[in-house]
């Protein structure tokens, strides 16, 4: 009973010395809601455009890369209060993007009246050419004038042997939002 007892105290007595060493802390958060948002263009009109890749035959496909279609991404309205900031940033949607290679994959649903593309992806660069990898990385650009210009490539991408790439439509859609500006 007496070891029972003292057990029983040894126990109570680090319980309330677990307490006794608890601290309290407060987790702050802060943030900015700014009274105007930059306009946002694709290829010079409203956002949510598409851009057309060419239609392409599959021999056009050996070389891995083809069909680049140049298109920019412009943030502001071309007036001081458009845009406040000094670089902004596109933080890219990656729901319909392959997370290994980071490019786009096909969506379309595919039909007897219009299949599938199968076999290719697409790849979407900046504006020197450089590969972007769309499931890691930021893209970011500083000001010029009062706009914030995005250059970039997209083009077909074949994901293996070109013997494997069947015929047939691509859609794909990348959101993305914007910030720091």
Known sequence: MNKLAIALSAALSLGAAASASAQDATINFVGNITATSCDIAIGGEAASNTVTL?????GALATKDAG?????????DGTVDGCSGNTAELVLDKDHVDNGTGRLVNQHAGTVDEPKAEGVDILIRDGDGNDIHLAT???TVAKTGNNFVFN?????????DIADVEAGRFTAALPFIVEHY
């Open 152 to 160: 970039f490539q997209a083009l077909y991408h074949v994901t293996g």
């Open 54 to 58: 060419p239609t392409l035959s599959k």
């Open 137 to 139: 990385d930021r893209v």
């Open 68 to 76: 680049i279609r140049k298109f920019t991404v412009t943030l502001g």
